[in-house]
């Protein structure tokens, strides 16, 4: 199975600050890497597909890059609506793995 | 509007059975990869099981193999999860989540990249 390890667990920051969360997969995922945003009591909504394409209707100051086992989710101005928890996904082989989330609080 | 709407959940024994039903309206359900995703109470998210477009294939985490069965009824929109031999561990909000298809280079892979669209979830409870 492929364990997708995300950095880190937790990180507190202000608004308009830049953030950026760290995915890191134990094997190639061949690009199929996705970044959910969830909030608590809500079901997951998908940000990123693809190491970078960002979803319909996500504001883009939501970003994904990376490749073969290391890929970041950034955020570049942090806005209030921003501060929940961030999971990585990878696709590349079935289990599909998440990474165990990043907690993104406020400062 | 794309809506998946979980039922079926509550409280069950140990060793005991569920069936999760997913409805879901606004898409062509027939034509997508669907999939459950859980989360335990305070964990984060796993990923159960997914099912191809016509349920030819199947899916799943180890730690279901044998107990769990997930299908699909395209006449119906619906899909399902049959939870048998229920343990504590399975304690979790179980949700059903659409695959967004996976495509390369403008060709489409056949299988799913990530979930699009997400229910609400249904909680599954374990307990004696």
């Known amino acids: 199975d492929i364990q997708m390890t995300q950095s880190p667990s937790s990180v507190s920051a202000s608004v308009g600050d830049r953030v950026t969360i760290t995915c890191r997969a134990s094997?190639?995922?061949?690009?199929?890497l996705a970044w959910y945003q969830q909030k608590p009591g809500k079901a997951p909504k998908l940000l990123i597909y693809t190491v970078s394409s960002l979803q319909s209707g996500v504001p883009s100051r939501f970003s994904g890059s990376g490749s073969g086992t290391e890929f970041t989710l950034t955020i570049s101005s942090l806005q209030p609506e921003d501060f929940a928890t961030y999971y990585c996904?990878?696709?590349?082989?079935?289990?599909?793995?998440f990474g165990q989330g990043t907690r993104l609080e406020n400062k | 509007e794309v809506q998946l709407v979980e039922s079926g959940g509550g409280l069950a024994q140990p060793g005991g059975s569920l069936r999760l039903s997913c409805a879901v309206s606004g898409f062509t359900f027939s034509t997508y990869w669907m999939g459950w995703v859980r989360q335990g109470p305070g964990k984060g998210l796993e990923w159960v099981a997914n099912?191809?477009?016509?349920?030819?294939?199947?899916y799943y985490v180890d730690s279901v193999k044998g107990r769990f069965t997930i299908s699909r009824d395209n006449t119906k929109n619906s899909l399902y999860l049959q939870l048998n031999s229920l343990r504590a561990e399975d304690t979790a909000v179980y949700y059903c989540?659409?695959?967004?298809?996976?495509?390369?280079?403008?060709?489409?892979?056949?299988?799913?990249?990530?979930?699009?669209?997400w229910g609400q979830g249904t909680v599954v409870t374990v307990s004696s």
């Open positions: 094997h190639g995922i061949n690009n199929w």
């Open positions: 996904q990878q696709a590349g082989s079935f289990p599909i793995t």
């Open positions: 989540a659409r695959g967004q298809p996976a495509s390369y280079n403008g060709v489409l892979t056949g299988f799913c990249d990530a979930f699009d669209s």
């Open positions: 099912i191809k477009q016509d349920g030819s294939e199947k």
